[in-house]
């Protein structure tokens, strides 16, 4: 049974861990019990009680020294919630190539310098608690709905679903569970920074509601609920899954209203 301690003693590090989804996810993981360290190119907005590790994720060097900081002061390591991510909007002859490769350097390679130094400290973690251990990576319906407007976020968000089989198949005989969640549009500032720059804010904001069955955004807290099932003990036999939390976006199909 989940208690709100389930994460006692665990180490748990969030990258992009200062905004939005990730902020709600490592305050979620410090409620239940957790160490938690944020990494992030700014840490301002972390959690109180969190470690603020600041790094880029563009920067293999910076994501070394941040996670082995990480894990010293934790004391271990054993959740990794890979999240930090940019969009980018544009068809396929809107974005040139330096754009391509700044998002995909951020949203595909982040996650793989983040893992690729975790990795070590979640082998030491496993052995001693099998079941325990984890990653969990911010992907996107963009991974597997057709959305307009965003070719190259929707590219790299399919990168990260794929990445996040790939991993979960390598890693699962050293117990190490790998997994994403495909939010929705979620309220975050990031989709206040999308609705600053539309013609008509409001406007906009009910076109992304309507996209959604439910009617409405979904929370940061309701995406990082399913990211910290993911990352828990409860989830021990979930690997390799990509988990929606998206107001039924991808798996409804509505009439019309009053239809
Ligand atoms: N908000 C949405 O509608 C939505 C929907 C689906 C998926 N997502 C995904 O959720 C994740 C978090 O998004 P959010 O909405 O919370 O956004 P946000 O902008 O509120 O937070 C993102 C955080 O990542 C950090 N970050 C960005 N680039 C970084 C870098 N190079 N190095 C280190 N840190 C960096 C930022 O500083 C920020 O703290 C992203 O991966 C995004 O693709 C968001």
């Known amino acids: 049974m989940t208690t709100t301690s389930d994460f006692e003693s665990m180490g748990a590090l969030v990258t992009g861990g200062a905004s939005g989804i990730g902020a709600a996810v490592a305050a979620m993981l410090l409620a239940r019990g957790a160490r938690v360290a944020v990494l992030d190119r700014d840490t301002a907005g972390a959690p109180a009680g969190a470690l603020a590790v600041e790094a880029d994720v563009t920067d293999d060097d910076a994501v070394r020294e941040a996670v082995d900081r990480a894990a010293a002061e934790l004391g271990a390591l054993h959740t990794v919630v890979s999240n930090a991510g940019i969009g980018s909007i544009g068809t396929v002859e809107d974005n040139a190539d330096d754009e391509w490769t700044r998002v995909l350097d951020i949203n595909v390679l982040g996650m ?29 319906i963009a991974a597997t709905a057709g959305l307009p407007q965003r070719a190259l976020y929707s590219a790299s968000k399919g990168a990260v679903l794929s990445l996040t089989l790939a ?43 309507a996209r959604q069955p439910l009617g409405r955004l979904v929370s940061a807290d309701e995406v990082a609920a399913a990211i910290v099932y993911l990352a828990s003990p409860a989830a021990a036999s ?22």
């Open 112 to 140: 793989v310098r983040t893992a690729r130094h975790a990795l070590p400290h979640l082998r030491r973690a496993a052995a001693a608690r099998p079941g325990a251990v984890s990653i969990t990576q911010t992907c996107s």
């Open 167 to 209: 991993m979960a198949a390598d890693h699962v005989r050293e117990g190490i569970r790998v997994n994403c969640v495909n939010p929705g549009t979620a309220d975050t500032p990031w989709i206040g920074r999308l609705l600053g720059r539309a013609d008509d804010p409001d406007a906009e904001r009910a076109a992304l509601n």
């Open 238 to 259: 979930v690997t390799g899954t990509a988990l929606a939390v998206d107001g039924g976006m991808q798996g409804l199909r509505l009439r019309p209203a009053g239809g």
